[in-house]
């Protein structure tokens, strides 16, 4: 099977493209690499790669693919928000024209990497499902992720299959490795400062999952018989994979052997709390998603990188592994131009 992976050289996108190659698919990578740059060690593959802004996609890019992984977008919330228009260019409107010029080209399956940013805030004595639960898209990237999805479904046929991931906060090692996400946030701080600072009281949930586990759920997406995915939306995550940053942070402190932990709680009560439900995936897709990784195989895996390559706190608190901060240095450099485009032609470092 020929594959085109947008956002292949981004943080779960080069994990993934790696566990496709060891399975034996055709690799073909679709990316205008903001990040370039941002390794933290070479990727251990190559693959073809069309180095293009996933708004300037066309026909001709998807000639011969038979599926597509659709990862590119802005990435985060705050990403999102640095310009919401163009996080709707980016986000929503290309999302569908790459969907729309798919279908006409006849390929055959269009997996979504969408959010469980659209569920918003919500009471966390339930846990959220993918289709009954309520969506509350508090943000751009959020709202985005949530009518793209919408738009992706009207647009499925019996010859054009439509299925949407919704991963949990991801954690776990890449070459591109992101820590302006909770977990790997919280085990960077730990080793390379020696502690780790909680500034809320520690109570609000978080759903979690590793970046290889998330790869196996779009894989899934290829692989798994049409009745099972056709059409449908699902939580990535892991049995019992919710967990309040307290845990998080201790599991941080189990993977840091003598780092500290201190709660501040000068932010008092985190808003940004919820619960979600993975019984679909475990049960509908049990035959095609295992996930394998839990909080301190994960934590262990992290330490071992951050020895192996020399883990400093600038690269914590600097732009090689936040991606605001390093959108923000390429507009400051004028290497991409006020609408997210590259300026003659490369990023770089």
């Known amino acids: 099977m020929r594959l085109l992976v947008t ?19 055709s690799v073909t990578g679709f990316d205008i690499d903001y990040y370039d740059g941002c390794e933290l060690f070479p990727t251990p593959y190559s693959v073809p790669q069309i180095k293009k802004d996933i708004r300037d996609v066309s026909a001709e890019d998807l000639k011969d693919v038979d599926a597509i992984i659709h990862l590119a977008g802005l990435s985060n919330d705050p990403l999102g928000e640095l310009s919401p ?5 980016i986000n929503l409107k290309a999302t569908i024209r790459l969907a729309e010029l798919a279908k006409r080209r006849g390929v055959k399956r269009f997996i979504y990497a969408s959010s469980q940013s659209m569920y918003g805030i919500s009471k966390v004595d339930v846990e959220l499902d993918e289709d009954d639960s309520e969506k509350n898209p508090l943000t751009a990237y959020a709202r985005t992720k949530w009518e793209a999805e919408q738009a992706l479904k009207k647009m499925a046929s019996k010859d054009f299959l439509v299925v949407c991931f919704r991963p949990s906060t991801v954690f776990g090692a890449s070459p591109k490795l992101r820590v302006d996400i909770v977990y790997n946030n919280l085990l960077a701080c730990a080793f390379t400062t020696g502690r780790i600072e909680i500034k809320s009281d520690g109570t609000a949930w978080r759903p ?18 049409a009745e099972l995915v056709a059409g449908q939306s699902f939580n990535v995550g892991i049995p019992d994979g919710n967990f309040s940053v307290r845990q998080l942070a201790e599991a941080a402190q189990r993977s840091v052997p003598g780092s500290t932990l201190v709660f501040t709680g ?28 839990d909080l301190d195989k994960g934590g262990r895996e992290l330490v071992e990188l951050f ?10 608190r600097g732009r090689r592994c936040n991606r605001l901060a390093q959108i923000k240095s390429l507009l400051d450099t004028n290497r991409l131009d006020r609408e997210l485009r590259m300026i003659h032609g490369s ?3």
């Open 208 to 225: 979690v999952v590793h970046v290889r586990d998330v790869s196996q759920a779009f894989i899934a997406g290829l692989e798994a018989p």
């Open 266 to 293: 000068e932010h008092g009560s985190d808003t940004r709390t919820y619960r979600v439900s993975f019984k679909k995936i475990l049960t509908i897709l049990k035959d095609h998603y295992q996930p394998q990784w």
């Open 347 to 349: 990023v770089g470092r």
């Open 7 to 25: 956002g292949h050289t981004g943080y779960i996108g080069s994990v993934l493209s790696g566990v496709l190659l060891e399975k034996g698919y």
């Open 85 to 89: 228009g163009l996080t709707d260019d």
């Open 307 to 316: 020895k192996k390559v020399g883990f400093r706190e600038d690269w914590f």
